[in-house]
């Protein structure tokens, strides 16, 4: 029991941890840094899935997360499905740099994650947009390829987040 009681406590202090490092608005870039986004990257779409738009790439209002590995505890084990189909006028784009294709769509299909992901194992999309090394997972809120501030569904004001992205 003691065991069991340990692994909680740390996926508690990680995942708190991964909350304080979203809400951190110049954590990895400050707002209003212009994004960009590679070009002739893979997409992994899980069977079932809507199927990937490449005009998501230039939606006036994005979500970007990149994700470094699937494997337990992932980033992809986030409420994205409900995030994504509430808010139709906003693209979600996953950067994902796992190296195995194989254990990423695994992984996708073991939580039931079901969007189109970006796969980048050259991690281009870090390696162009991210200032700080090792994060392994960041999530940013997106108008005009800028970013206006970081977050993701388990900050408990996110749709308010993104009801103000999308305010004209």
């Not at 990149?66 to 509430?86: C, N, R, Y």
């Not at 997972?137 to 308010?160: A, K």
Request: glycine letters at 2%.
């Amino acid at each position: 029991m003691k065991t069991d009681s340990l692994i909680v406590n740390l996926i508690s202090v990680c995942l708190l941890w991964l909350i304080t490092m979203a809400c951190h608005p110049n954590r990895s870039g400050k707002n209003g840094k212009e994004l960009t986004f590679p070009t002739n990257l893979a997409v992994i779409e899980p069977s079932g899935s809507i199927k990937f738009d490449s005009s998501w790439i230039d939606s006036k209002y994005k979500v970007v997360v990149f994700i470094e590995k699937a494997g337990p505890h992932s980033t992809m084990e986030l409420d994205w499905q409900t995030t994504i189909s509430e808010n139709k006028n906003v693209a979600f784009l996953f950067y994902v740099s796992e190296k195995d294709s194989a254990r990423l769509v695994k992984h996708m299909k073991e939580v039931n994650f079901s969007h189109p992901v970006l796969w980048d194992p050259d991690k281009k999309f870090y390696k162009s947009n991210i200032i700080e090394n090792n994060l392994s997972f960041i999530s940013f809120l997106v108008r005009e390829d800028r970013i206006i501030e970081m977050g993701n569904p388990t900050i408990p004001n996110f749709q308010e987040r993104l009801d103000e992205l999308t305010k004209e």
